[in-house]
């Protein structure tokens, strides 16, 4: 007999499930056509499921005149916000609120004089959006290594991004404190994922095979799958059922699913009654 165990509350975050439900209200409440800047998550058959619903991804805001423009939940630059007001558009603000947190505490210290650092990845929309409201001012480091001396900058404000790994955040902060004289933090890191990840560590400790169920563009989803191969874990990384293969099951006992945050419910359902039907 065959186990499979699915982590605790896999797939969608507190912030994801937000910005959906928000999507889909704009689509009922709104005749005017609704779209998204970028898609709203990372997972492209929930974007396709969108599509279908009536929210358009654009990948700029020149590309639309009118209608409604949900703001995701990496929340946008200040100055996009400004351009799409300014374009009359209807706005619907689904910046997850743990992101909202990290663009205030960003704001703060920059008018309070500190200069910011933000510790992330530079290319990730949501670290653009915080830097955007320190007016572009603030430094962006996901390292440790050399060059990370700010002695020319009296007070250093440390934020985070929201799913930057802890003992990063750490490693940094032991760096930055080496050169500031006065330094602020504010720990805006997002339990969701690191969670996610703790209870998909401990599964992949106990299983024979990992399946990680999630968009292959999904940062997290793919942190996840390097986490349980470094368990040392047999571990597949699929975006749907049809990725399955049924050689993966032979010999096998225990199987573990775990999925990201973008990660839809049906999707992990899916794949669960698929293995099911292999073991
Ligand atoms: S991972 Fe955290 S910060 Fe990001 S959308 Fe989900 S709840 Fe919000």
Sequence with gaps: MVRISVVKNAGFCFG???AIRLAFFAVKKNRKKVFTLGPLIHNPQMVDDLKKKGVYVVDDLSEIDQGCLIIRSHGVHPKILKAAKKKKLKIIDATCPFVKKAQNNAKLLCDQGYQVVVV????HPEVKSIVGYTKDKALVINHT?????????????????????IDLFKQVIDKLIESAKEIKIYNTICNATSLMQGKTSKMAQRVDLMIVVGGYNSANTNRL?????????KTYHVETSKKLEKSWFKNVKNVGVT???STPPWIIQDVVKKIKTFV
């Design 145 to 165: 290594k050399n060059g990370l001396n700010l002695n020319k900058f009296k007070k250093i404000g440390v934020v985070a991004q929201t799913t930057l790994n």
């Design 259 to 261: 999925a990201g945050t």
């Design 120 to 123: 992330g990845e530079a290319d």
């Design 225 to 233: 799958a390097k986490l349980c191969k470094r368990i040392g874990t």
């Design 16 to 18: 994801v499930r937000r």
